[in-house]
């Protein structure tokens, strides 16, 4: 089954700048999802995103990141002011409606 | 609260031997969901299997297979005949349903496959 297309696939950005990774779902689910996984860790749940709304965030996603669905195809998540922590693989994430969640090639950042 | 254990960090076989993956859950869920993934060296996450709760019965598919025992909270997967395309990191992920619907899984930390030729 399809998944979804991330870009970039890697970016390299310097600390304190602005940084948009996007999704493009290839069919029109409700749910879709950010993930992080910082290198050699676990994969790591930041947002949950349903009918163009925040459903649920986690502790790691502070006021620094956002996430839009700016012409309803496109899924981005912002980070406003990167940091060397901020450093990982992005994933984004689609739910099927048979409630299995299918994850893009990811998007690497590095912060340096 | 969820959580998912998988206690082996690291796994290194020889081709041809048979590995299993072991991966432990807790949940106050009735419901709920798990999955394994892939992670090959190029990183992308690859969906192998999602098993509900509701379905005990095992899953074979060619070299894979997966027992999920209820009784023991563990979902534990079998690669047969490894090859040295099994190399990848591989993730345990259980989710639950959240108010409006979503699954938003957890994953455990993950155990890295190495296999030798």
């Known amino acids: 089954e399809p998944e979804v297309t991330q870009t970039p696939s890697h970016q390299v950005t310097q600390m304190g700048q602005e940084v948009i990774l996007r999704c493009v779902p290839i069919?029109?689910?409700?749910?879709f999802y950010w993930y992080r996984q910082i290198l050699g860790q676990k994969v790591e749940f930041l947002v949950s995103f349903y009918n163009n709304e925040i459903s649920e965030k986690s502790e790691i996603f502070d006021d620094q990141f956002s996430v839009e669905r700016p012409d309803g195809s496109n899924f981005t998540l912002k980070i406003r002011s990167t940091k060397l922590e901020d450093s990982a693989m992005y994933f984004c994430?689609?739910?099927?409606?048979?409630?299995?969640?299918?994850f893009g090639e990811g998007s690497w950042l590095t912060v340096v | 609260a969820q959580k998912v254990t998988q206690a082996q960090t690291e796994i290194s076989v020889v081709e041809k031997e048979d590995v299993t993956l072991d991966c432990v859950y807790e949940t106050r869920d009735t419901t709920y969901y798990l999955f394994w993934y892939k992670q090959p060296p190029s990183g992308e996450l690859v969906f192998l299997i999602r098993?509900?709760?509701?379905?005990?019965q095992n899953e074979i598919s060619g070299r894979y297979s997966w027992n999920f025992q209820k009784s023991t909270s563990s979902f534990n997967f079998t690669i047969t005949a490894s090859q040295v395309v099994d190399s990848a990191v591989y993730f345990c992920?259980?989710?639950?349903?959240?108010?409006?619907?979503?699954?938003?899984?957890?994953f455990g930390r993950g155990t890295s496959l190495i296999v030798h030729p």
């Open positions: 992920a259980l989710s639950e349903a959240r108010p409006g619907g979503s699954y938003i899984p957890t």
């Open positions: 994430a689609r739910q099927s409606l048979g409630n299995t969640i299918y």
């Open positions: 069919s029109n689910h409700l749910y």
């Open positions: 098993r509900n709760s509701f379905d005990e």
